[in-house]
């Protein structure tokens, strides 16, 4: 009788171990073809958040042009997605730069300094 509860308890510990790993091995799947498919043209996002578009491309590293005439190199692994043509990443850009202009800056508030040693009374 005290062997069910365990082949149950290895069983279901077995079947969340297959199903994880099978997840991971599609998530990497992914990520092997999206990284094969890139080409010269091809408007990408870093995993760092720089934005680009594919220049000139080998089997390990990709050059990216960030900014016209600003070209850097990379691995190719560090290419999370690529990303579609009407995404306009200056205009973003604008917007954020709008919001962090309208907002006031604010005085620092200054705590009273403590007084080490006194009792209080």
Not at 6 to 28: P, T
Not at 83 to 95: A, H, I, K
């Amino acid at each position: 009788m005290e062997l069910l509860p365990m082949l149950l308890l290895f069983g279901l510990l077995g079947a969340m171990m297959y199903f994880m790993s099978r997840r991971q091995r599609r998530a990497a799947q992914a990520q092997q073809e999206l990284q094969s498919s890139l080409g010269v043209g091809d408007r990408v996002m870093t995993t760092s958040g720089l934005y680009g578009t594919i220049v000139s491309a080998d089997d390990t590293t990709i050059d990216l042009e960030i900014a016209p005439g600003v070209e850097t190199t990379w691995l190719r692994a560090a290419v999370r997605e690529k990303v579609s043509d009407d995404v306009d990443v200056e205009e973003v850009y604008e917007d954020e730069v709008e919001d962090v202009a309208e907002v006031e800056p604010r005085q620092a508030e200054i705590a009273p300094p403590l007084e080490h040693g006194k009792q209080k009374s």
